[in-house]
């Protein structure tokens, strides 16, 4: 097991030997980070490519891009840093000059340097502007949305990014209250919405509000739908692409996306010939995601409800069958689990008052 990196900000990279493994990075490869961050999985990566290697560093967040430079400066010449939106992989990667590349890192959320420093207002245990951008030269904050949406909206989105079955309630409030210009302030009103017999055990009772506001303020849902396929095309025949997510929404479109890709053709069955001209690009190598060790969770709490999932790049000669190419995580000597998914889509309309939705395992969120 590697040692963990840290870094200045306290920033410690999640299930990293986990993507060492199944990334392979090989001396003289070609790699992206498309959420470089702090640099941590990049430092490790860059350790094992090196001499000839290059890493191609993606961050929307100038801040961390900065972070990432001093972190990586030993390696400076084998690193391309670009503040960019990962939505944009193909670009960055034609601009650094490459057609394709050996190996993709994902490692979604906010980092800890994000959510640690005050004024970039994405936590509520730290009062701050209400801002929440990762790219702070993007228009929108978190406090346009808190301060200009209606009830109805906010309530949709606190329900569908944030899974919170107070979300009506919630919602309610912060438009009794506002205008809301603090984290503290919106922390305050939430804890005042939900009835204190009902806050969450182990959580603060507004993360999940925060969590549903940052997905909504950055975009995130739309941005990693977009991106997948994109990073799948700019991967070489063999070359992987790595995901970490930190919720049962990010997973569930990795999940999606790496099945659809994986399948190609997605005619009626039946059908005489294909029309949807779709052709299968990767084969799925986590069955199951991989999860990270109890070990790992009790040294960083952040990692506790990290999962991964692998896709590997099909070369244009390669003959595919589904059972064939499937290989189950555990099979590797990983550790995996059932991902609990959420019925609820993003794009799902607002759930009416007093509806409950339907969650096919653990407790129902019920709107009040
Ligand atoms: C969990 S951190 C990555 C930490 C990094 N792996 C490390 O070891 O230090 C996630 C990073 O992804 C960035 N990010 C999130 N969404 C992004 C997007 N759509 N495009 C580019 N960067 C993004 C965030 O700004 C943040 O710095």
Redesign the pocket.
């Known amino acids: 097991m590697s040692a963990p990196?840290s870094?200045d900000v306290g920033?410690v990279?999640?299930m990293?030997d986990e993507v060492l493994v199944w990334l392979a990075p090989r001396p003289g490869g070609v790699y992206v980070?498309?959420?470089?961050?702090?640099?941590?999985?990049?430092e490790a990566i860059l350790e094992r490519i090196v001499p000839g290697g290059r890493l191609i560093g993606?961050?929307?967040?100038a801040q961390?891009l900065a972070v990432?430079a001093r972190r990586l400066a030993r390696f400076a010449e084998a690193v391309i840093l670009q503040h960019?939106?990962?939505?944009a992989i193909r670009a960055v990667v034609a601009d650094a000059g490459y057609g394709a590349v050996d190996g993709i890192?994902m490692?979604?959320?906010?980092?800890s340097?994000?959510l640690e420093t005050s004024d970039r207002g994405f936590s509520f245990t730290r009062p701050g502007p209400l801002d929440m951008r990762?790219?702070t030269t993007q228009p929108l904050r978190a406090a346009d949305l808190v301060n200009e949406l209606p009830e109805d909206t906010l309530a949709k989105i606190i329900w569908t990014f944030g899974e919170e079955r107070w979300a009506r309630r919630i919602a309610r409030t912060i438009v009794r209250r506002r205008p809301l210009h603090t984290t503290d302030a919106l922390a305050a009103a939430v804890g005042e919405a939900i009835p204190r017999r009902s806050w969450p055990r182990g959580i603060h009772p507004a993360t999940r509000t925060f969590q549903a506001l940052r997905i909504a303020t950055?975009r995130?849902l739309e941005?990693?739908e977009q991106?997948l396929p994109d990073a799948v095309g700019t991967l070489r025949g063999g070359g992987r692409l790595c995901v970490i997510t930190f919720h049962s929404l990010e997973d569930r479109i990795v999940k999606h996306s790496f099945l659809r890709l994986s399948r190609g053709c997605t005619c009626p069955p039946g059908s005489p010939t294909c029309t949807c001209g779709g052709s299968r690009l990767v084969r799925v190598l986590t069955r199951k995601p991989v999860t990270p060790s109890i070990d790992e969770v009790a040294r960083n709490a952040r990692a506790r409800s990290a999962k991964l999932r692998v896709a590997e790049r099909l070369g244009p000669d390669q003959v595919s069958s589904a059972d064939e190419l499937v290989t189950d995580a555990s099979e590797a000597g990983q550790h995996s689990a059932d991902s609990t998914l959420p019925s609820i889509s993003p794009n799902a309309p607002p759930p009416a008052p007093g509806l409950r939705r339907a969650r096919p395992r653990g407790p129902r969120p019920r709107l009040r």
Do not use: C, F, K
């Not at 980070?33 to 990049?42: I, L, P």
């Not at 490692?107 to 980092?111: M, R, V, Y």
């Open positions: 990196h870094n920033h990279p999640v990293l980070d498309a959420t470089v961050g702090a640099g941590g999985h990049a993606i961050d929307r967040d961390a990432a960019a939106n990962y939505s890192v490692d979604l959320g906010a980092s340097l994000q990762m790219d950055n995130e941005h990693l991106a």
